[in-house]
């Protein structure tokens, strides 16, 4: 699913409205007049819808892409922030899943690890946030051994 704003939606739609008339793509001078949105802030928004695979630029020319996902319309950047984190932390407890033991343990270093180095490639900020967001929900707890720190996931 991608998130987008109510504005990227906006101008995703008069991107789709104008590709009717213009078959190479939408002129981006065209759409600067049609959108009434200052430069930066389209140039942005395009970035962003650009990032998302829903639009592609070329030599000043925009063309609306075919998108098979569903497409999630919030108010703000703010709440497609959060959205994104939301689905970070859901990844990051199909990871736990797979590395815990039968008493659901997990190593800390092996947690940290592949919270770093496996698919969420996180930097070593966001691995920590993730971690402590996922602490304060009650869904990890972290846990001192007699060989070590691990965290228990909470089944």
């Known amino acids: 699913m991608i998130t987008i704003t109510k504005k990227e939606n906006f101008i995703l739609n008069q991107i789709k409205y104008l590709q009717a008339e213009y078959s190479e793509g939408v002129p981006y001078n065209i759409l600067k007049l049609d959108s009434d949105l200052s430069e930066t802030k389209l140039k942005d928004i395009l970035n962003s819808l ?3 695979g829903l639009i592609s630029k070329a030599d000043n020319y925009i063309k609306a892409l075919t998108v098979a996902s569903k ?3 919030v108010e703000s950047s703010a709440e497609v922030r ?3 984190l ?5 990844n990051a407890l199909i990871i736990i899943e797979e590395l815990t033991d039968d008493d659901g343990l997990v190593s800390r270093h092996i ?3 592949n919270l770093l180095y496996g698919d969420l490639k996180l930097s ?4 920590y946030h993730l971690i402590i ?3 304060n929900k009650g869904l990890i707890k972290k846990i001192n051994m007699k060989d070590g720190e691990y ?3 909470k089944l």
């Open 111 to 113: 947690l940290e690890g």
């Open 82 to 84: 959060q959205e994104e």
């Open 50 to 52: 650009e990032n998302n």
């Open 71 to 73: 497409i999630n319309i």
């Open 133 to 135: 967001k996922l602490e």
């Open 151 to 153: 965290y228990k996931y």
């Open 124 to 127: 070593n900020l966001g691995m």
């Open 86 to 90: 939301n689905r970070e932390e859901e």
